[in-house]
C-alpha cells in the first residue's frame, strides 16, 4: 500500500492491542514504515509476546509500549484519555487451539471479557468526542476464520454471510467477540470494523504453531509431529499482506461491516510439512536422508476442523486490497528468516515453551 493511503491517520495516535505478538508486532513495524502516526501499543506479554520484535519502533519518537491487560478498564480509560488515539486496532486474544483444549479459561477471559471491556471503554471515550472526532474515530478487531466452523471438501468458501459454527473453545471465544463488536455498533452506533483472517505465517511467529514448529524441527532434526492423516486443509497467509489488508479496511472500510482476508492458497497441511522439508534441506543442507523422513503421525486433536477456506472477494472488490505473495514466495521467506534468526528462536523455545511441546505431543 502506497504512502498516501494512510493520509487520514497521518497526524494520528493509533492504539495497537496486542502488538507484541505475532501479527500485531509486524503490523505496528509496517505501519510506522509507511506512516508518520504515532503508535501506543498496549500488551500483557504473555508467553507469545516478545518486545524484541520491536527493537526498530522504539528508535520512533511517537512509539510507546504500555503493559497492561485488557480487561484493566481503569488503565483503558486512562490510556484512552491521556493518548486520545483516533483508531484502536484489536488483536490482543489467545489464539493457539490446542492450548485452549487444554486451557479454555483464559480464552474466555482475554477473548470475551477483554473484548467487552475494551468496548466498553471505547465507547465512553468515543461517546465524548466532538461530533467530527466521533465520525473520524474506528475500532477495529481483527479476528479469525475459525469462527465459520468446518468445510467439506466441495464447500465453496467462507463468506461474510457464512452462519457461524465454532467447535473449539478458542473458535467459541473469538466467535464471541465478534458477537460484541457487531452489537456495540449497532446498539450503541460504535463505529467498528471486523476482519476475519485466514491462517497466517511469516516472521516473529511462536513456534507452537504448525509453520514455525515445522521449521525448527526439521533444522533440529527433530520428529515432525501431523495431527491424523494430515489432510486437514487451510488457506494460508503471509502476515505481511494480512497486515496490509488491515490497514486498508481502517482506512477505507464501511462502518459495521465485516471483511474475509485471505491468502487464495488452500494447502493440505501434509503439503505444507512436505515443501518446508524440502526447502530446508536445499537451504539449509540435506544432513544425509531427507527431513521427509523426520514426518510423524500422532492422534488427531479433539474437533479438528477439516478444512477452511476464505473468499476474499470482497475486499478486493470494495477496498481493492489483494494479497501480493503466493504461498510458495512466502514460505520461502519465512524459512530464510528462522534461519537467519537463530538468537531469537533460542529466546523463544526455551524453558515453558519446550514444557509445553513435550507434554501436548508426548503421544
Same mark, same amino acid.
Given at each position: 500500500?502506497?504512502?498516501?493511503?494512510?493520509? %487520514?491517520?497521518? @497526524?494520528?495516535?493509533? =492504539?495497537?492491542?496486542?502488538?507484541?505478538?505475532?501479527?500485531?508486532?509486524?503490523?505496528?513495524?509496517?505501519?510506522?514504515?509507511?506512516?508518520?502516526?504515532?503508535?501506543?501499543? =498496549?500488551?500483557?506479554?504473555?508467553?507469545?509476546?516478545?518486545?524484541?520484535?520491536?527493537?526498530?519502533? @522504539?528508535?520512533?519518537?511517537?512509539?510507546?509500549?504500555?503493559?497492561?491487560?485488557?480487561?484493566?478498564?481503569?488503565?483503558?480509560?486512562?490510556?484512552? %484519555?491521556?493518548?486520545?488515539?483516533? !483508531?484502536?486496532?484489536? +488483536?490482543?486474544?489467545?489464539?493457539?487451539?490446542? *492450548?485452549?483444549? *487444554?486451557?479454555? /479459561? /483464559? +480464552?474466555?477471559? &482475554?477473548?470475551?471479557?477483554?473484548?467487552?471491556? =475494551?468496548?466498553?471503554?471505547?465507547?465512553?471515550?468515543?461517546?465524548?468526542?466532538?461530533?467530527?472526532?466521533?465520525?473520524?474515530?474506528?475500532?477495529?478487531?481483527?479476528?479469525?476464520?475459525?469462527?465459520?466452523?468446518?468445510?467439506?471438501?466441495?464447500?465453496?468458501?467462507?463468506?461474510?454471510?457464512?452462519?457461524?459454527?465454532?467447535?473449539?473453545?478458542?473458535? !467459541?471465544?473469538?466467535?464471541?467477540?465478534?458477537?460484541?463488536?457487531?452489537?456495540?455498533?449497532?446498539?450503541?452506533?460504535?463505529?467498528?470494523?471486523?476482519?476475519?483472517?485466514?491462517?497466517?505465517?511469516?516472521? +516473529?511467529?511462536?513456534? @507452537?504453531?504448525?509453520?514455525?514448529?515445522?521449521?525448527?524441527? !526439521?533444522?533440529?532434526?527433530?520428529?515432525?509431529?501431523?495431527?491424523?492423516?494430515?489432510?486437514?486443509?487451510?488457506?494460508? =497467509?503471509?502476515?505481511?499482506?494480512?497486515?496490509?489488508?488491515?490497514?486498508?479496511?481502517? @482506512?477505507?472500510?464501511?462502518?459495521?461491516?465485516?471483511?474475509?482476508?485471505?491468502?487464495?492458497?488452500?494447502?493440505?497441511?501434509?503439503?505444507?510439512?512436505?515443501?518446508?522439508?524440502?526447502?530446508?534441506?536445499?537451504?539449509?543442507?540435506? *544432513?544425509?536422508?531427507?527431513?521427509?523422513?523426520?514426518?510423524?503421525?500422532?492422534?488427531?486433536?479433539?474437533?479438528?476442523? *477439516?478444512?477452511?477456506?476464505?473468499?476474499?472477494?470482497?475486499?478486493?472488490?470494495?477496498?481493492? #486490497?489483494?494479497?501480493?505473495?503466493?504461498?510458495? &514466495?512466502?514460505?520461502?521467506?519465512?524459512?530464510?528468516?528462522?534461519?537467519?534468526?537463530?538468537? #531469537?528462536?533460542?529466546?523463544?523455545? %526455551?524453558?515453558?515453551?519446550?514444557?509445553?511441546?513435550?507434554?501436548?505431543?508426548?503421544?
Amino acid at each position: 500500500m502506497l504512502l498516501s493511503s494512510y493520509r %487520514s491517520y497521518m @497526524e494520528d495516535t493509533i =492504539l495497537i492491542t496486542g502488538g507484541a505478538g505475532f501479527i500485531g508486532s509486524n503490523f505496528i513495524l509496517q505501519w510506522l514504515e509507511r506512516s508518520s502516526s504515532a503508535v501506543v501499543n =498496549l500488551d500483557k506479554l504473555t508467553y507469545a509476546g516478545n518486545l524484541h520484535n520491536l527493537t526498530p519502533a @522504539e528508535k520512533r519518537p511517537g512509539y510507546e509500549f504500555v503493559h497492561g491487560d485488557i480487561t484493566d478498564q481503569e488503565r483503558l480509560r486512562s490510556l484512552l %484519555s491521556r493518548r486520545k488515539p483516533r !483508531a484502536i486496532v484489536h +488483536f490482543a486474544a489467545e489464539s493457539h487451539v490446542d *492450548r485452549s483444549i *487444554r486451557g479454555p /479459561e /483464559e +480464552f474466555v477471559r &482475554t477473548n470475551i471479557n477483554g473484548t467487552f471491556s =475494551l468496548l466498553e471503554e471505547a465507547r465512553g471515550y468515543w461517546g465524548g468526542m466532538s461530533s467530527g472526532e466521533a465520525a473520524d474515530f474506528r475500532f477495529l478487531h481483527v479476528s479469525t476464520d475459525e469462527v465459520y466452523g468446518s468445510l467439506g471438501p466441495d464447500d465453496p468458501p467462507f463468506a461474510e454471510t457464512t452462519a457461524y459454527a465454532p467447535n473449539s473453545p478458542y473458535a !467459541a471465544s473469538k466467535a464471541a467477540s465478534d458477537h460484541l463488536v457487531r452489537a456495540y455498533h449497532h446498539t450503541y452506533g460504535l463505529p467498528t470494523l471486523t476482519t476475519n483472517c485466514s491462517n497466517n505465517y511469516g516472521r +516473529f511467529q511462536f513456534p @507452537e504453531k504448525l509453520i514455525p514448529l515445522m521449521i525448527l524441527n !526439521a533444522l533440529g532434526g527433530k520428529p515432525l509431529p501431523v495431527y491424523g492423516d494430515g489432510q486437514n486443509v487451510r488457506d494460508w =497467509l503471509y502476515v505481511e499482506d494480512h497486515c496490509d489488508a488491515i490497514a486498508t479496511v481502517l @482506512e477505507k472500510g464501511r462502518v459495521g461491516q465485516t471483511y474475509n482476508i485471505g491468502g487464495w492458497n488452500e494447502k493440505r497441511n501434509l503439503d505444507i510439512v512436505q515443501s518446508i522439508c524440502d526447502m530446508v534441506d536445499e537451504m539449509a543442507g540435506s *544432513r544425509g536422508a531427507p527431513r521427509r523422513d523426520l514426518i510423524s503421525f500422532v492422534k488427531d486433536r479433539p474437533g479438528h476442523d *477439516r478444512r477452511y477456506a476464505m473468499d476474499a472477494t470482497k475486499i478486493e472488490h470494495e477496498l481493492g #486490497w489483494r494479497p501480493k505473495e503466493t504461498f510458495e &514466495t512466502g514460505i520461502r521467506k519465512t524459512v530464510q528468516w528462522y534461519l537467519n534468526n537463530e538468537e #531469537w528462536v533460542r529466546n523463544v523455545t %526455551s524453558g515453558s515453551y519446550r514444557q509445553w511441546i513435550e507434554t501436548h505431543y508426548s503421544s
